[in-house]
């Protein structure tokens, strides 16, 4: 039996089903995919988490649209109790250069200049990520050795693309644009970018479990004196 739906009614279907006809069909709801981001050493001012969050929603725009699993992105800046991350999601912490959470997980100091002190960011890839029953994980971290917001989403953005896509930078960098090795507030989102990224966004990428709990024990030991608090 058909069944008449006032205006208002109808609007508060929007999102749950489809009014074809007067028939409702149900339809499935579209959820939201999450990129989070830390800064326990305090970086960045409140203004600057605002812009890089919007910055990086314009840039996972496109991908979100092509990839057409996800209704929208959100990017959440979490705090120091975040305990743990949906396997789709991406993570990346913005930390000092001479404290590198990436360099900790591939077993050197992380004040280690070798492979840091040249870059802007780096992820490390332990395993096997893509599996949720394994040892594998990644991890990323953009240094904040930049103020500028623009610059500082296009790497935060280009980390992404190592973690999602899982590859070494002899590997990435070749694709071009937000892939470059070298990344600037000019450097541009591009097609083969947006499909790249599209392609493995919903895929399984189990983030370093204790990443934020190894920041905050270096910020901590940081700002109480302690002198190897980085080594």
């Known amino acids: 039996m058909r069944q ?23 339809q499935p709801i579209k959820p939201t995919y999450f990129i989070y981001l830390s800064d326990i ?7 600057q988490y605002i812009g890089v969050a919007n910055e990086l929603k314009t840039l996972f725009d496109p991908i979100i649209r092509l990839n057409g699993r996800y209704s929208s992105v959100e990017v959440l800046w979490i705090p120091t109790n975040f305990l743990k991350y949906p396997l789709d999601s991406l993570a990346v912490h913005i ?4 404290c590198s959470i990436a360099n900790e997980a591939r077993g050197l100091r992380p004040s280690d200049p070798r492979d840091v002190l040249l870059t802007d960011g780096a992820t490390f890839i ?12 990644v991890v990323s971290e953009v ?7 623009t610059a500082l989403s296009r790497l935060i953005f280009h980390e992404g693309m190592h973690n999602k896509l899982l590859m070494s930078s002899a590997q990435l960098h070749p694709l071009g644009g937000l892939a470059s090795a070298s990344i600037g507030p000019g450097t541009l ?8 990224m599209a392609a493995v966004l919903h895929l399984p990428r189990v983030q370093m479990k204790d990443a934020l709990a190894k920041i905050i024990d270096r910020r901590l030991r940081r700002d109480t004196g302690d002198p190897n608090w980085n080594l």
């Not at 930390?95 to 001479?98: F, G, K, L, N």
């Not at 332990?126 to 994980?137: I, M, T, V």
């Not at 240094?143 to 917001?149: A, E």
């Not at 989102?189 to 790249?196: A, C, D, E, V």
């Open 4 to 26: 008449a739906y006032t205006s208002i009614e109808r609007r508060s279907f929007l999102g749950l089903c489809l009014l074809a006809g007067g028939d409702v069909i149900a």
């Open 41 to 47: 050493f305090g970086l960045l001012s409140p203004p």
């Open 95 to 98: 930390t000092p250069p001479d």
């Open 126 to 137: 332990h395993n096997d990520p893509s599996k949720d029953n394994g040892d594998g994980f």
């Open 143 to 149: 240094f904040g050795s930049t103020q500028d917001v």
């Open 189 to 196: 989102l591009t097609p083969g970018n947006i499909q790249s």
